[in-house]
């Protein structure tokens, strides 16, 4: 299969340093190997996302060099197909409705037990309040996944090319349930959480290589336990360090500071990007 990559922000907010780094990379990546680089919105969350930021994401990749394949993919013109997924696993008993709030979850895990973590790559882990009441749709506020019968259903490993975590990586149930927990699959104000859609789009675009930050490599076991789940092909995935501010934080979409669009009005080119971001 050709190798076919993907570059998938979300328009909330300004393209910065970390983002230029993920697309640059993911981009060369594809050219090397004469394979394919798609762009796709992550606009799953529509009260967040605005017009005027995915412009801005068409601006600033193309100032950057950075051309795409075909059609960009918006998630929400694919609100039907993660719904249809979310019913295949309602129907298999994979899920359970949920109502608790934030603070729900965080009362009920207000005595933590020694050695059990507290926090998975979605936040506090859920303590389970929900899990056996078999609530009725129309009284929850999202759908989650019961971890512990999914995974076990999973068989699932993965290939990590990224430099911090290299090698395969294979999905432990026990393991799945204790760290990460019940993930929420969809909310009543959301079609899709991001581990569902995300999964469907790679798979509906062909995409072989999944490259992003390493933010996400903990969220990666869940996006294989998924697949596994819906008998869909799983992707080599390659995590790549992250861009950071002077005091060694994470860029985030707030860091204004850093974004692209500042640079190119203060006269940067495409080549300092390139040199800042180390490529
Ligand atoms: N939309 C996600 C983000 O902006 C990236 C999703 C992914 O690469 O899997 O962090």
């Known amino acids: 299969m050709t190798f076919t990559t993907r570059f998938a922000p979300s328009p909330t907010g300004p393209l910065h340093l970390g983002h230029a780094y993920s697309a640059l990379l993911a981009h060369d990546m594809a050219q090397a190997q004469s ?18 930021w995915e412009q801005q994401i068409y601006d600033d990749l193309t100032w950057l060099g950075v051309t795409w394949e075909g059609e960009v993919r918006r998630q929400s013109d694919h609100f039907s197909d993660y719904s249809d997924a979310l019913n295949t696993l309602r129907a298999r008993d994979l899920t359970f409705e949920c109502r608790c709030s934030r603070r729900d979850i965080d009362a009920a895990a207000n005595a933590p037990q020694e050695g059990v973590p507290e926090f998975g790559p979605d936040g506090r882990i859920y303590p389970g309040t929900c899990r056996n009441l078999a609530l009725p749709p129309a009284d929850a506020t999202c ?77 990666t076991r869940i996006h294989v336990v998924l697949q596994s789940l819906l008998g869909l092909p799983t992707p080599s995935y390659h995590h790549h360090g992250l861009i950071r501010d002077d005091a060694g934080k994470r860029l985030a979409k707030r860091d204004d500071a850093r974004a692209i669009a500042k640079y190119r009005a203060d006269g940067a080119s495409p080549q300092d990007i390139r040199a800042m971001v180390g490529l």
Not at 36 to 42: A, E, N, P, S, T
Not at 165 to 180: L, Q, R, V
Request: no cysteine.
């Open 35 to 52: 394979g394919r680089f798609l762009l796709r919105i992550d606009d799953l969350d529509q009260s967040r996302a605005r017009p005027h």
């Open 143 to 219: 759908t989650r996944l019961n971890m512990q019968t999914a995974a076990q259903n999973a068989k699932a490993s993965f290939t990590e090319t990224g430099p911090s975590h290299s090698g395969t990586h294979t999905i432990d149930p026990k393991d799945m349930a204790s760290t990460i927990g019940d993930v929420v699959l969809s909310r009543r104000n959301m079609a899709a959480a991001y581990h569902l859609a995300v999964v469907l789009d790679d798979v509906a675009t062909n995409v072989t290589h999944v490259i992003r930050g390493e933010d996400l490599f903990d969220a």
